[in-house]
């Protein structure tokens, strides 16, 4: 099993609260250190956040076209797949059987991509929507 910056951050969040429990027993100097905790957790976060941010944001603004497009052009690809679905509600309406064959087919097509896939694609298309909201709320974009 493969173990994640949260897991070590839950594991180490679980130790602490551990000597938090042992070290203060009286309830008010628990929840200040328990506040603290919360607070370095949220840091914690926060930095791996910015530290992803700055990849997408780097890769965005790299004078490279082919970067710059690749991500773009992927979700293209994938907007043309969700629009197929109109023409298939079209032929289901006239030949159901035919319809009903491709939509089989275009299924298992579908459940052969890896899950691994699937992640990096939701991963890029929100890391893309995130950087461009940044860069129009900075009035970067044109």
């Known amino acids: ?43 914690a976060a926060l930095s791996q956040l910015q530290v992803s941010l700055s990849a997408i944001l780097a890769e965005a603004q790299s004078p490279d076209k082919w970067t710059s497009r690749a991500r773009p052009s992927f979700l293209y690809v994938v907007y043309v797949l969700i629009l197929a679905g109109i023409p298939m509600g079209v032929l289901w309406a006239f030949e159901p059987a035919y319809a009903e064959r491709v939509a089989t087919g275009l299924q298992r097509w579908l459940a052969a991509i890896p899950d691994g896939l699937w992640a990096t694609f939701g991963l890029g298309y929100s890391g893309y929507a995130v950087a461009r909201s940044v860069e129009k709320s900075k009035g970067v974009a044109k």
């Open 1 to 43: 099993m493969a173990f994640g910056i949260d897991d070590a951050i839950a594991g180490a969040a679980k130790l602490i609260d551990d000597g938090i429990n042992k070290i203060w027993p009286d309830p008010a100097q628990k929840a200040s250190a328990e506040a603290m905790i919360i607070k370095a957790q949220a840091g």
